[in-house]
T-cell receptor, first 115, second 111 residues
Framework: EAQVTQNPRYLITVTGKKLTVTCSQNMNHEYMSWYRQDPGLGLRQIYYSMNVEVTDKGDVPEGYKVSRKEKRNFPLILESPSPNQTSLYFC??????????????FGPGTRLTVT | SQQGEEDPQALSIQEGENATMNCSYKTSINNLQWYRQNSGRGLVHLIL?????REKHSGRLRVTLDTSKKSSSLLITASRAADTASYFCATAYTGGFKTIFGAGTRLFVKA
């Protein structure tokens, strides 16, 4: 089954404790992206990747890191989480062989709480 | 903010009625997409319209795009209770890889 998976689905952590949210897709998509969703703000793009070893900042990259060492995986790293990073996070992928991205497939979301 | 804007923020209609939601954006786009989200779950792609297209249909969905006004609308005809969800527009801007989402319209269809 074609899908985007994220782990963990729920995470409660404390300020400053490094964490990684994993994202994996099995569709051989080139484009992958991370979004955060906050009430009343819709989805905001954190980082995206056009292909292996090619990443770029979205609109809200501060406090986040990403890497794309393999085509299927695109982990999101919070080196020192803070309470303002409490949010619902989505990973998405798109086949995009040329810019810009079209239809995106979304993972189920990771609900992160930083206390 | 580069975010697109959607209106209305919330819409409540009776089953069988049509629902229309609008999206405005700010700069030149390559395509515009509409997504649906059920209650905190992942988004599901509904339809994509390219900048050189004016109207597109998919089942009960009809999307229009007016690039001169930088706006799009999503029409859901003969709505059902199962259409209750949040709907988001997303724009892919010309020459880039970013995706900009609107804040969404919450649709509630009463049975």
């Amino acid at each position: 089954e074609a899908q985007v998976t994220q782990n963990p689905r729920y995470l409660i952590t404390v300020t400053g404790k490094k964490l990684t949210v994993t994202c994996s897709q099995n569709m051989n998509h080139e484009y992958m992206s991370w979004y955060r969703q906050d009430p009343g703000l819709g989805l905001r793009q954190i980082y995206y990747s056009m292909n292996v070893e090619v990443t770029d900042k979205g609109d809200v990259p501060e406090g986040y890191k990403v890497s794309r060492k393999e085509k299927r995986n695109f982990p999101l790293i919070l080196e020192s989480p803070s309470p303002n990073q409490t949010s619902l996070y989505f990973c998405a992928s798109s086949i995009t062989t040329d810019r810009p991205p079209g239809e995106q497939y979304f993972g189920p979301g990771t609900r992160l709480t930083v206390t | 903010s580069q975010q697109g804007e959607e209106d209305p923020q919330a819409l409540s209609i009776q089953e069988g009625e049509n629902a229309t939601m609008n999206c405005s954006y700010k700069t030149s786009i390559n395509n515009l997409q509409w997504y649906r989200q059920n209650s905190g779950r992942g988004l599901v792609h509904l339809i994509l319209i390219r900048s050189n297209e004016r109207e597109k249909h998919s089942g009960r969905l009809r999307v229009t795009l007016d690039t001169s006004k930088k706006s799009s609308s999503l029409l859901i005809t003969a709505s059902r209770a199962a259409d209750t969800a949040s709907y988001f527009c997303a724009t892919a801007y010309t020459g880039g890889f970013k995706t900009i989402f609107g804040a969404g319209t919450r649709l509630f269809v009463k049975a």
